[in-house]
Nanobody, 116 residues
Framework: QVQLVESGGGLVQPGGSLRLSCAASVDIFSSYTMAWYRQAPGKQRELVATITRTYTTNYADSVKGRFAIRRDNAKSTVFLQMNSLRPEDTAVYYC??????????WGQGTQVTVSS
């Protein structure tokens, strides 16, 4: 049973920063590709960032240069550092894990609100 628990969301002013964390309860965390998605009200869920088991990262164009994804295999945790936040970054952020058979697992989500 794969469990993903996100934390770190909240309310932040435009230009501010937040760091999201996702703690995973999986057998071999290092074998999973980890990702962050987000879903704003009335919009489809979109991919924000991914990090593979070889530490290759990929970002949505809208967050490049502002967000950074990192993983700590020893702690079975993935992080999303979000800087220079904008109101359009407001969304529920979801942690995602994909195993070697492409099965995908989701966390419960954490709300990020960027507003003055």
């Amino acid at each position: 049973q794969v469990q993903l628990v996100e934390s770190g969301g909240g309310l932040v002013q435009p230009g501010g920063s937040l760091r999201l964390s996702c703690a995973a309860s999986v057998d071999i965390f290092s074998s999973y590709t980890m990702a962050w998605y987000r879903q704003a009200p009335g919009k489809q869920r979109e991919l924000v960032a991914t990090i593979t088991r070889t530490y290759t990262t990929n970002y949505a164009d809208s967050v490049k240069g502002r967000f950074a994804i990192r993983r700590d295999n020893a702690k079975s945790t993935v992080f999303l550092q979000m800087n220079s936040l904008r109101p359009e970054d407001t969304a529920v952020y979801y942690c995602n894990a994909k195993d070697t058979l492409s099965h995908m697992y989701w966390g419960q989500g954490t709300q990020v609100t960027v507003s003055s």
